[in-house]
Structures are given as structure tokens and as C-alpha cells.
């Protein structure tokens, strides 16, 4: 599947880390500002095919670009579960039909920022590996494994059944993320941006966790959240960041 990424530092780290892969760089006519212009350098030097496109056209592809969009034809490959079970600690998100393709995003940038392993997504009912997380994501797409699934409580099972256990944010969680002895394997479950976890999802969690909050209070945006709780998993168990390529 064509991965479609804009934005100035997604396209930069797809550059930097698969440019063998980019099947077509889209860049906007007239002058080119630095960015640009180091990428249609790049481009050239790496002989990659460019092409020099409207305005208007990049705009009908995708709404928010900064002048410059890939087109990618791989992406990194998520890891056997072998790879996993013989990881010393690892932490991976499950992303249980998140609809806001920013929120996706920002988790996968705070994911690569905090040496996550890996990001599960819903095919069903989620905003799925879209050019708008792409460009919220800001590169992270090119560090982190990604598997979109069906059936989340499926994939939830095997990683169970290798090691893994299985933590799902909840408001109404009687148990703290800092209150938590987190093991050395944890899937971290973000539910829905309207309804949280789904009754399928929740049957395969071991424990709810939450964040503390004032009384009477908005719930946490699912982005915030789930980096809060990715947070508090590293910093307490004391993970060791580790970057995938």
C-alpha cells in the first residue's frame, strides 16, 4: 500500500531513512525556500522521480502539505513474535478505533519520542495511517511498526500469550498509572475519542489504569493521555528508550 506523506519533516525523515522506497515526490512549483530546495536536491542526487506540481493540485491531494509530498511504497515492517517476546522491556500502544487522525499522529510522536515498539490500529472505525497522521506524526511513521488489524482483540491475545500484559486507559479506572508495577512487556490500550474502549477490547485487558484529575473535570484528549501513560509505563519501569528503523 502507497503511503502518502506531506509535510516538511515527514518527507525529510522518509528521505533520510527509506529514500529507495519513494516511488514520487511531489514539489510545489516556483521558487524553493531551503526546505525545498534540499529536497528536490536530495531528490536529484538520490534520482528519484520529481515532479513539480501546482498549488492547487498538492492542495486536491492533501489539505496540509508545506509545499512538498512522498509517495512511499514501504513502510517498517512489524516485528515476529519472536522479536517481540525476546525484547528485554517493551511497551507498544493499541489504538482501540481512534477516528482523529491527529490524535493518531501525536501518538505516534510521542511513541517515537519515548522508544515505543510498536503502535496497533483498528481497520474499523479509525482514522488508520492517513497523510494527515503522517504530517502530525512529523517522521515517526518511518521509525515505528505499525499493523492495522481487524480484530484487535485477536492481536491483543497473541501478545498476551507471548509475554505481553495488557493495560487499557479508563476514566473511571479505580487504579493509577503511578500506583501500577508495570512488567517489563506492556500493551498500553487507548480507547475512542467519544466512547472510550470497547466491551471487546476491555475483555481482554488485564487492569484499567487511569490519570488523576479534578472532580467535575473533562476527560484527557486521547492524544495527552496516551503519552501520559506511555510516560509513566517508561519512567517507572524504567525503560530504556530504543529507536526502530
Same mark, same amino acid.
Given at each position: 500500500?502507497?503511503? @502518502?506523506?506531506?509535510?516538511?519533516?515527514?518527507?525529510? *525523515?522518509?528521505?533520510? !531513512?527509506?529514500?529507495?522506497?519513494?516511488? *514520487? %515526490?511531489?514539489?510545489?512549483?516556483?521558487?524553493?525556500?531551503?526546505?525545498?530546495? *534540499?529536497?528536490?536536491?536530495? /531528490?536529484?542526487? #538520490?534520482? %528519484?522521480?520529481?515532479?513539480?506540481?501546482?498549488?492547487?493540485?498538492?492542495?486536491?491531494?492533501?489539505?496540509?502539505?508545506?509545499?512538498? +509530498?512522498?509517495?512511499?511504497?514501504?513502510?517498517?515492517?512489524?516485528?515476529?513474535?519472536?522479536?517481540?517476546?525476546?525484547?528485554?522491556?517493551? %511497551?507498544?500502544?493499541?489504538?482501540?478505533?481512534?477516528?482523529?487522525?491527529?490524535?493518531?499522529?501525536?501518538? !505516534?510522536?510521542?511513541?517515537? =519520542? %519515548?522508544? +515505543?515498539?510498536?503502535?496497533?490500529?483498528?481497520?474499523?472505525?479509525? /482514522?488508520?495511517?492517513?497523510?494527515? /497522521?503522517?504530517?502530525? #506524526?512529523?517522521?515517526?511513521?518511518?521509525? +515505528?511498526?505499525?499493523? *492495522?488489524?481487524?480484530?484487535?482483540?485477536?492481536?491483543?491475545?497473541?501478545?498476551?500469550?507471548?509475554? &505481553?500484559?495488557? &493495560?487499557?486507559?479508563?476514566?473511571? $479506572?479505580?487504579?493509577?498509572?503511578?500506583?501500577?508495577?508495570?512488567?517489563?512487556?506492556?500493551?498500553?490500550?487507548?480507547?475512542?475519542?467519544?466512547?472510550?474502549?470497547?466491551?471487546?477490547?476491555?475483555?481482554?485487558?488485564? #487492569?484499567? @489504569?487511569?490519570?488523576?484529575?479534578?472532580?467535575?473535570?473533562?476527560? &484527557?484528549?486521547? $492524544?495527552? /493521555?496516551? $503519552? @501520559? =501513560? $506511555? &510516560?509513566?509505563?517508561?519512567?517507572? #519501569?524504567?525503560?530504556?528508550?530504543?529507536?526502530?528503523?
Amino acid at each position: 500500500m502507497t503511503r @502518502v506523506i506531506p509535510g516538511i519533516h515527514s518527507v525529510r *525523515e522518509v528521505l533520510r !531513512m527509506r529514500p529507495d522506497k519513494i516511488s *514520487e %515526490l511531489w514539489i510545489r512549483e516556483g521558487t524553493l525556500h531551503d526546505d525545498l530546495n *534540499e529536497f528536490h536536491e536530495k /531528490a536529484r542526487q #538520490a534520482h %528519484l522521480k520529481v515532479n513539480r506540481v501546482s498549488q492547487k493540485r498538492l492542495d486536491q491531494e492533501v489539505e496540509s502539505h508545506q509545499g512538498v +509530498i512522498a509517495f512511499v511504497s514501504e513502510s517498517p515492517k512489524w516485528p515476529s513474535t519472536s522479536v517481540l517476546k525476546n525484547e528485554k522491556k517493551s %511497551l507498544i500502544f493499541a489504538l482501540d478505533c481512534l477516528e482523529d487522525p491527529h490524535n493518531v499522529g501525536s501518538l !505516534m510522536r510521542s511513541g517515537w =519520542g %519515548l522508544g +515505543i515498539h510498536g503502535v496497533l490500529l483498528t481497520k474499523d472505525r479509525s /482514522a488508520g495511517i492517513s497523510a494527515a /497522521a503522517h504530517k502530525v #506524526a512529523s517522521g515517526a511513521f518511518e521509525h +515505528i511498526p505499525v499493523l *492495522e488489524t481487524p480484530n484487535l482483540h485477536a492481536e491483543l491475545k497473541t501478545l498476551k500469550e507471548i509475554g &505481553y500484559w495488557v &493495560y487499557g486507559m479508563a476514566a473511571d $479506572a479505580i487504579q493509577f498509572l503511578a500506583q501500577t508495577k508495570w512488567p517489563s512487556h506492556v500493551v498500553l490500550v487507548v480507547g475512542a475519542e467519544a466512547t472510550g474502549l470497547r466491551k471487546s477490547t476491555l475483555s481482554a485487558c488485564d #487492569a484499567l @489504569v487511569k490519570i488523576p484529575q479534578m472532580p467535575q473535570s473533562h476527560s &484527557y484528549n486521547a $492524544a495527552i /493521555a496516551g $503519552a @501520559v =501513560g $506511555a &510516560y509513566e509505563v517508561m519512567r517507572l #519501569a524504567e525503560f530504556k528508550s530504543t529507536q526502530r528503523s
